[in-house]
Nanobody, 125 residues
């Protein structure tokens, strides 16, 4: 059974940083395209960043230059380093996984198969 579990969310002031982690279990983690998505209240869920099995990355405009996605295949863990946070980054952040390639714009090519429960990030001004 595939499981994804986020951690590292919390509250931070504008301009601050947070690092999200996503621990994976139950499948061949290294072969999956992994992504971070977020959903703010009243808004649609949007892709933030994604990373392919070969380590190549893709970012949405909202995260370009501020967010860094990475993965440690040995630890089966996905990361999202977020810097220069603003109140507009406040959202529930989810990690997700699917077999397949990367796509431009901070997501994977195919619809995500597996999801974590989410981690809340709140940025105050």
């Amino acid at each position: 059974q595939v499981q994804l579990q986020e951690s590292g969310g919390g509250s931070v002031q504008s301009g601050g940083s947070l690092r999200l982690s996503c621990a994976a279990s139950g499948y061949m983690y290294s072969s999956y395209c992994m992504g971070w998505l977020r959903q703010a209240p009243g808004k649609e869920r949007e892709g933030v960043a994604a990373i392919a099995s070969d380590g190549s990355t893709s970012y949405a405009d909202s995260g370009q230059g501020r967010f860094t996605i990475s993965r440690d295949n040995a630890k089966k863990t996905l990361y999202l380093e977020m810097n220069s946070l603003t109140p507009e980054d406040t959202a529930m952040y989810y990690c997700a996984a699917v077999v397949g390639p990367l796509r431009y714009g901070g997501t994977c090519q195919f619809i995500y198969s597996y999801w974590g429960q989410g981690a809340q990030v709140t940025v105050s001004s």
